[in-house]
């Protein structure tokens, strides 16, 4: 139970995070929260046809040994009071109002939920006697567990939440001992999201650094080339690499570009099981991000085919092909809800130096946040065209600074979201699969009524404000088509393009194909690109630029297949 209390919010959290300058009603993700738990945990007693502590017990099994006592701990702090109602017969909405995760704001509308087929009201009224009944059922029972408690508050919760805060903390490697920005760890914003780094103790010597000494017996730049030739003296970095034109790729991006993903099974009551949690721990070390299957960063082969499945195509992966001298030079630099404004934050975060490293290609990638964080009703809060000309243009003049010679930087526009709408509206979320009552409509409406949605603009079934939303992602891609063309020429270091966003693209050519255009959109947040999509969206965006911009990935390697022969996987990944 508690890993699902945990799982559950982490992912809200994460997902659904309130901007600033928002303030959520009614619950906000706490009522989230408690309507997903609940749900879950009927649907899985129907379902296998068990009682509610059966249930409970099952799902605690699931866990990894280290969260069994803070499940011990949630369960004994409310509990009782959880299954008294489930008993009873009370709904997730229901049952969360009663224990107060959930209430009605003076002046906001009731927001309802996941339910049953049986579960209808004629009236607000009607629902809060509901309500109330259900209240003083448990009246004597919730011992620890107060009435309007906070998640974070629950003991159990608690320490998980504090884990959580203190895991996510950074943009930058966690274990990382000698300060390159590289690291030997793969989670924590280590090697799943920059180059896995080739001496922990050594800072000069990280990827896509310029060989020492062309890497006669160290491999200072990670890709698994050193060595002398014995017949010529000549090292193996010098005759493999040194007239290739190697270079890196990194993404200056949001959880799209971070690849958010959240594993559906987590939410399903018809597949929940052990096995699901399987790779729990690194998946949240990881900010529930892939950005080792990205579509700019992916790398290596899926090992958490429990949680995700796919395949594997990037940029990362395309250039590497074409170069094996760039193996492991890549940086993720993506944050879930980064927009224009913040990414000028992260963007510090880049592990790259004029005159010691080799070029870089840089995606700039913000598919929506901009417009996503204000209200489509009155823009406010959405990013101006101004504000958006500004912080693009400081987040350049910031690369301009440390970015080698012969670098490319390529801004992408942001995305149409009204596709999210038009292909998973009417589809029924995974949340409810057993009851198949709660569509991606339902769900849009209900972050909305708490105010809590990643994007109310687009995930609304409100075709005027999906426009909206869509004429001010249309305004903000102008200006950085503008930008592209004003100030080509402005950066010696860098050459500077445009491409539009290849998200809505690569939906069209999937339709156009046979396909249907919900098979690419993740299905437990309703918003994101899935591992299908992001594949997909790769090829894509590589054509793209090698059509337009013929120069930005280099030549292709003529010794490539001598590297294989003589290097294999050049250390893995």
Known sequence: MAYILRSTLLALCLLVTVPATHQAVNGGSDCATCSVIVALVEQLTEFKNQTVIDTLEQL?????????????????????????????????????????????????????????????????????????????????????FTLGMKFCDIPGIKEICDWIKKTIASQEPAVDLDNDRFSTYQ?????????????????????????????KTLDSNCNGIFGVINNTGRTYEDELCANSQPRGVAVLGDSVSAHFHLPPQWFDATQISEK?????????????????????????????????TGPIDSIYNRLRDRNRCN???????????????????????????PGKDRPLVVFYALVGNDVCNGHPDT?????????????????????????????????????????????MGPRVHP?????????????????????????????????TMRDLTTQRAEQLTAVLRNIATTYKTRYPNFDLNFLDNPINEAITKWEAMGGAGWELIEPVDGFHDNQLGQAFVAGILWDDVMNKFPDTFGPVNPNNDLIDRLFGDQGGY
């Open 379 to 423: 823009f406010d809060h959405m990013t101006t065209p101004a504000e958006m000309f500004n912080n693009t243009m400081q987040t350049l003049d910031y690369l301009s600074k440390v970015l080698p010679n012969n670098s490319h930087v390529i801004l992408l526009g942001l995305a149409d979201g009204r596709v999210l709408y038009d292909n």
């Open 276 to 308: 699901s949690f399987l790779h729990a721990v690194e998946i949240l070390e990881n900010e529930i991000d892939w950005p080792m299957m990205s579509t700019c960063t992916g790398h290596g082969s899926n090992l958490w085919p429990e949680a995700i």
């Open 327 to 353: 193996h492991r030079d890549f940086q993720n630099i993506a944050a879930n809800g980064e927009d224009s404004s913040s990414v000028n934050h992260i963007v510090r975060t880049l592990a790259r130096k």
């Open 431 to 463: 949340v409810s699969t057993y009851w198949g009552t709660f569509t991606y409509a339902k769900f849009y409406d209900f972050l909305n009524c708490l105010q809590i949605s990643p994007c109310m603009g687009w995930m609304n079934t409100n075709r």
């Open 187 to 215: 989670a924590l914003r280590g090697a799943a999201w920059r180059g896995k780094d080739c001496s922990d103790v050594i800072s000069d010597m990280y990827p896509g650094v310029i060989p020492t000494d062309g890497d």
């Open 60 to 144: 605690c099994s699931y866990l990894p040994v280290q969260f069994k006592p803070a499940c011990d701990a949630a369960l004994q702090t409310f509990g009782p009071a959880l299954i008294q109602l489930i008993v009873a017969g009370a709904d997730p909405d229901v049952t969360c109002h009663a224990l107060r995760f959930c209430y009605t704001d003076p002046g906001q509308p009731t927001c309802h939920s996941i339910t049953p087929m049986t579960s209808v009201y004629q009236s607000d009224q009607e629902f809060e006697v509901k309500v109330q009944t259900a209240r003083n059922s448990i009246s004597g029972l919730t011992g620890r």
